[in-house]
């Protein structure tokens, strides 16, 4: 059932979820996930557990080497340029992103909220940007900001 739920699920999916949907809850999850991943290593998928929650994607690899076949990029270059911005420097509060950016980076913000690469909350009178798990997972950046080689796993030369 988990496995037909992540497949199924189009973003990541909390243990909340997992728990109502699947009757799994705290290590239950992370055994689960771990046989799919044993069934699965054969195939290009693979479970990645972000922040609390969970998601079925292509492996690395095989999103490299079947990217070239879909003509429509999902983002432009403004947009990846803005979301790059708020990537390394969240959290940024939106005035200090459209003073570095323009007028034009709040339809990116839109854009890039629509699609779950970030959030917005409320912090006093700011509001503030920060990227979201999807995003982590999207261009393989580990929870500590820091990128991912593929099939390296965070452990190589950063150099």
Known sequence: MLEALLFASSRAVDEGTIERVCGLRGEEIGEAVREINEELAGHPFIVEALDGKYLMKLKREYEIAVSSFFESKLLSKAELRTLAVIAANEPLDISSLVAYRGGASRRHL?????????????????KVLRTTAKFKSMFSVESGGEMVEPGDGGSGDKT
């Open 110 to 126: 839109r854009k890039l909220r629509s699609l779950g690469l970030i959030s917005v909350s409320r912090e006093g009178r700011r």
